[in-house]
């Protein structure tokens, strides 16, 4: 599985990035797909998740209320709509695959940890200027 991020860039804080990742695999509704950020210096954070069906989001703290995590199965795509950027923001996002299901309870207890997902992106850098 090979994910492709893109949509990164350079935004005043306030203002609004939308990230995309492809997935390159055929049965798209096989993986629960997420979104990680390192800033330099830092481990690497959580920020939101969306699970096989698509049905259910889960956010980071840093996240809430102003990202938005989807999937396109069509275009075999997960999307992060980011608004109302802050320079705390600014890292290199990350999006990460999980490749079967683990389970109600066991991806509740996981789907926020790094070592829990199976396929890593190589990311795409946000930069916000206060």
């Known amino acids: 599985v090979q994910l492709q991020a893109s949509g990164g860039g350079l935004v005043q804080a306030e203002g609004s990035l939308r990230l995309s990742c492809v997935v390159s695999r055929r049965t798209f509704s096989d993986y629960a797909l997420a979104w990680f950020r390192q800033a330099p210096g830092k481990q690497r954070e959580f920020v939101a998740a969306?699970?096989?069906?698509?049905?259910?989001?889960y956010y980071g703290d840093s996240a809430k209320g102003r990202f938005t995590i989807s999937r396109d199965g069509a275009q075999k795509t997960v999307n992060l709509q980011m608004n109302s950027l802050k320079p705390e923001d600014a890292a290199v996002y990350y999006c990460?695959?999980?490749?079967?299901?683990?389970?109600?309870?066991?991806?509740?207890?996981?789907?926020?940890?790094?070592?829990?997902?199976?396929?890593w992106g190589r990311g795409t850098l946000v930069t916000v200027s206060s």
């Open positions: 990460a695959a999980k490749g079967w299901y683990t389970g109600k309870q066991y991806w509740e207890d996981r789907y926020y940890v790094t070592d829990y997902w199976d396929y």
């Open positions: 969306i699970d096989w069906s698509g049905r259910s989001a």
